[in-house]
């Protein structure tokens, strides 16, 4: 199976940290792409027309997006689901928590395409409410720390993961860890996890 990736990308590397969790990571064939809101890269597009990674190509050339899509069908490939709970009251809470990493993810991939922007295209409004929306998830993990390092290791934690990850790799400047001590003990936690540790993120 072939997987449109690249080492920046936070999406990408959640799936991968799926991956590496599932025993899914030694069936993929890595394709590094590079795209972007005004990147096209045909290569994706012919898979994925909506121009966005990761796309996973399967065997049988279906073609599955997004990253959490692709996770859920790398988590019940061909055994029991472990990191989408069955429960439903477990469930909910670790699709909860997904969203807000995916969330964050999403506010930081779009403050870094604002940023790129040039002269009056370049918005600092947008810029300031991307980071504001940010800041404001970042209190709500906060207060839900202890509760996501008791849930253990599911779906939501991955992503939370990732997400603050991310924010080292791109916002280090931000200095997120600043106030929220309960959420950096379980950041720095999950952070040694082989998965986590396999799927640094790299520039290139």
């Known amino acids: 199976m072939r997987l449109f990736w690249s080492s920046r990308s936070p ?13 899914f990571a ?3 064939e890595l394709e590094r792409v590079a ?7 045909e290569a994706v597009m ?8 990761p796309a996973l190509v399967l065997d ?11 996770a859920e069908f790398m988590d019940g490939f061909d055994r029991q689901p472990v990191l989408f709970p069955r429960e439903i009251g477990e469930r909910i809470a670790a ?7 995916d969330g964050i993810m999403e506010n930081s991939t779009l403050t870094l395409g604002e940023r790129r922007r040039e002269g009056p295209a370049f918005s600092a409004k947008h810029v300031d409410c991307y980071r504001l929306k940010t800041r404001l998830a970042l209190d709500l993990l906060e207060t839900e720390a202890e509760s996501l390092g008791r849930s253990g290791v599911h779906i939501g934690s991955i992503a939370v993961a990732v997400a603050l990850s991310h924010l080292d790799f ?10 929220r001590p309960k959420l950096a003990r379980w950041h720095a936690d999950i952070a040694r996890r082989e998965s986590m540790i396999a799927t640094v993120f790299e520039d290139g």
Request: net charge positive; charged share 25%.
């Open 11 to 23: 999406f990408v590397r959640k799936v991968m940290v799926v991956a590496h969790e599932t025993g």
């Open 35 to 41: 795209v972007g809101a005004a990147i096209l890269s």
């Open 46 to 53: 012919a898979h994925n027309p909506l121009n966005k990674i």
């Open 60 to 70: 049988d050339g279906t073609t599955l997006f997004d990253s959490r899509v692709i």
């Open 26 to 28: 030694g069936r993929l």
């Open 170 to 179: 791109r916002f280090d400047e931000e200095r997120w860890r600043d106030q």
């Open 95 to 101: 699709l909860r928590w997904q969203a807000l990493g």
